[in-house]
Structures are given as C-alpha cells and as structure tokens.
C-alpha cells in the first residue's frame, strides 16, 4: 500500500504560480513512477504531468508543457508540482498518481494508488 497526501492547491490570479505537493508513505516510493491529473466539472480525468521512478524523465502534454514542472525528491518520498503562468482553464482538482513501474503512463487505470485531490482555481 502507498498512501498520498496532496496539498498546496488554493484560488489564484492568471499568470500566477502555485506548487503542489504529494506526500507519500508505505512501501518504497523509488520503485513508483508518479504523475499529476486534474479533472474539471464535467469533464474526464487527465494527466498533466509524468515522471519515471528515478526521476530523470518527465513528460507533459501539449497544454501544459513550458508551464508546469514535475520534479521528485525519493529520499523525502515527495513529488511536486510546480504551475506557473496559470490559465482559468487550469481550473480543476488536482491529483497525484502512483504506479508500479519504472515510466508513468496517461491512463487513469494503470494507476494503482491515488491522492485525496487539492483545488486549484485560476480567475481571470
């Protein structure tokens, strides 16, 4: 079992920054690639962010990609987040991701254990 604790969401400006983080416990967080996801009223869980177990590659998709920044830190079990130049449509609850393999995917079911979510809203 992995248990996660997100955290750091709150209501900003556009064009501000907020990092969130994901606190983990339980079994060894360096053998879990972890990945960021946000879903927005009425819409599908996507991800946002990926980073492979050791840390060294991260992938993003097109719509957030030069804005956020995964980094991880194994000895402190804790991935963040970091969003800048923030959008409205960034607007979503964020979730943290953890699965057991090496590289992070974008499917919601290859994930096996899941933070409680942390509200991120974004005024114009």
């Known amino acids: 079992q992995v248990q996660l604790v997100t955290s750091g969401g709150g209501l900003v400006q556009a064009g501000d920054s907020l990092r969130l983080s994901c606190a983990a416990s339980?079994?060894?967080?360096?053998?879990?690639?972890m990945a960021w996801f946000r879903q927005a009223p009425g819409k599908e869980r996507e991800v946002v962010a990926g980073?492979?177990?050791?840390?060294?590659?991260?992938v993003y998709p097109n719509s957030v990609k030069d804005r956020f920044t995964v980094s991880r830190d194994n000895a402190k079990n804790t991935v963040w987040l970091q969003m800048d130049s923030l959008k409205p449509e960034d607007t979503a609850v964020y979730y943290c991701?953890?699965?057991?393999?090496?590289?992070?995917?974008?499917?919601?079911?290859?994930?096996?254990?899941w933070g409680q979510g942390t509200q991120v809203t974004v005024s114009s």
């Open positions: 991701a953890a699965e057991s393999r090496p590289f992070p995917t974008g499917s919601v079911q290859d994930y096996d254990y």
């Open positions: 339980g079994r060894t967080f360096s053998n879990y690639a």
């Open positions: 980073i492979t177990s050791g840390g060294s590659n991260k």
